[in-house]
Structures are given as structure tokens and as C-alpha cells.
């Protein structure tokens, strides 16, 4: 590998030899370049969303100027999505249900204009899923339907997709765990339930692993199902990998501090 020094020495060279004009106009070209890389409105929003910025991030995916773009609806289903659950966090239930439904139009249109996309309907499957948080038995049933549905397609176009995979084994927990009143709503209204357990939903978490091993999503809710299954040595192996890993979203943090919290409770045990 070159040193910096000979990489930098050709660039001097060529520097002594222009003319004070061609100085001037390089240096404002290359501000233009940097201001214009700084501006992007894409590039804003998604940095916004990275921070955790969601109010903000909404505002600029909105504000674009590309209302049918891929990255644009994307964005704002995931960071309407966010924004909900920051607000369910802090038990405001009717502000996050509206940011839920704002995050199923946006993935509904993106199975308008995206249709072989599996991010299009993971973020239908995740968008469904939240919005059932805050839903009654009946609504949750028929919207786990279509958190199952929409997960599974999005595996049909790309089978190591993790966070699909993530929705999958989150969704197949929950279904193990109903209490006989949701199992009875769903027997009468629906025909029934999908055939789930809690064998299933690690079965899906850890093969979302392993396709993402960086996932906080992954590796919290694989120790949450190892939790049910009574497994604390094994879910405590789960959260200590976990406490490793980066959060990629708010909700990513708040799962961290349960998680480290959990163990803590363990060691006083």
C-alpha cells in the first residue's frame, strides 16, 4: 500500500503549475460539490432517520420532492413506524396508532409502484404488526393475518431477508402465547389460527441471525421466545451478545436497556 505522502505529491505537483485563476475555480467547484452532497434532501432525511430524529425525518421525506420514490416511501414508512413507537413507549396510544396507519399507507404504496420488492412488504408486515400493539383481540387477529401474509411474501422474493425473518418468528411467539378469549375470537371470526409455537419462533430468529448477525431486532427477540421457553441461561447467552451490538433504531435501544435490565434482576436472583 502507497503512504498518504506519495499519494499527496502529484496532487502538489499539479497544484504549483495552475494559475491563480484555475485555484479559485477549483476550490468553488469543490465547495458547489460539497454544499450540493450536504443539501440533498434524500440524504438529509435519511441521516435524520439515523439519528433518531423521526418528527424531523418525516418532515424531510415528505419534503423531497420525490413522493413516488423508492427511498423516499421507504424512509418514511420506517420512520413513521419509529415515531410510533417512541410515542407508545410514552403510552400516547392514539398519536402512535395514526403514525402506524401513516406508515401502511406509505408501504401500500410502495406495493403499488414496488411490488417485487421484499423491503415493500416487510414494511407491511412490520406496519401491520405495530399497528396491532395498540389494537383490540379482534383487530389483532386479523392483523396478525396480514403480518404473516405480507412477512411471507417478502421471504418469497429474497428467503434471507432478516428482518422478515425477525417478523416471522416475533409473530409465530405471539400466536403460541393467546390466551383462550383471542384464540376463541380467532376460531370463530377467521376459521382458526396459523399452526405456531415457540419452537417455530426460534427456529425463524436465529436463522434471521444468521443471515444478520449484526440485528439487535434479531437477537432480543430470540432472547424474549428463549424467556418463554424457559431458557434463562440461553436468553441471557441472547442478551449478552446483544449488549454488543450497535442499535440501529430507538426501538433497538430501549430492547437493549430491558435486556440489560433483565439480567441484572437474574444476578440478584
Given amino acids: 500500500m502507497k503512504s498518504p505522502t506519495l499519494k499527496l505529491r502529484p496532487v502538489c505537483v499539479r497544484l504549483r503549475i495552475m494559475t491563480r485563476p484555475s485555484i479559485l475555480a477549483t476550490v468553488f467547484a469543490l ?4 454544499a450540493g452532497a450536504q443539501t440533498d434532501p ?4 435519511d441521516s435524520l432517520s439515523a439519528r433518531f430524529e423521526y418528527t424531523e425525518a418525516v418532515e424531510a421525506y415528505r419534503s423531497a420532492g420525490s413522493e413516488t420514490g423508492f427511498r423516499t416511501l421507504s424512509g418514511l414508512s420506517h420512520a413513521e413506524n419509529m415515531l410510533g413507537m417512541d410515542l407508545l413507549a410514552n403510552e400516547e ?3 402512535a396508532e395514526a403514525h402506524f396507519q401513516r406508515a401502511i399507507d406509505a408501504a401500500e404504496r410502495m406495493a403499488e409502484l414496488y411490488p417485487d420488492s421484499a423491503a415493500t412488504h416487510f414494511n407491511l408486515a412490520g406496519a401491520h404488526g405495530n399497528l396491532a400493539l395498540v389494537k383490540g383481540a379482534k383487530a389483532k387477529v386479523q392483523l396478525g393475518r396480514d403480518v404473516e401474509r405480507y412477512a411471507l411474501r417478502a421471504l418469497e422474493i429474497d428467503s434471507t431477508h432478516s428482518d422478515a425473518l425477525t417478523v416471522l418468528g416475533v409473530f409465530y411467539r405471539e400466536v403460541a402465547m393467546l390466551n383462550w378469549m383471542e384464540r376463541l375470537v380467532a376460531r370463530t371470526l377467521f376459521g382458526g389460527l396459523p399452526s405456531s409455537s415457540l419452537e417455530t419462533s426460534k427456529s425463524y430468529l436465529r436463522r434471521a441471525i444468521e443471515h444478520d448477525p449484526a440485528s439487535a431486532w434479531a437477537m432480543y427477540e430470540l432472547g424474549q421466545t428463549l424467556i418463554e421457553m424457559d431458557r434463562p ?7 449478552q ?3 454488543g451490538i450497535e442499535p440501529r433504531n430507538s426501538q433497538d435501544v430501549r430492547n437493549k436497556a430491558e435486556a440489560s435490565a433483565w439480567m441484572a434482576v437474574r444476578v440478584k436472583d
Fill in 233 to 239: 441461561e440461553e436468553a441471557r447467552g441472547a442478551f
Fill in 93 to 95: 396510544r392514539d398519536s
Fill in 31 to 34: 465547495a458547489a460539490s460539497a
Fill in 42 to 45: 434524500l440524504d438529509r432525511a
Fill in 241 to 243: 451478545r446483544l449488549a
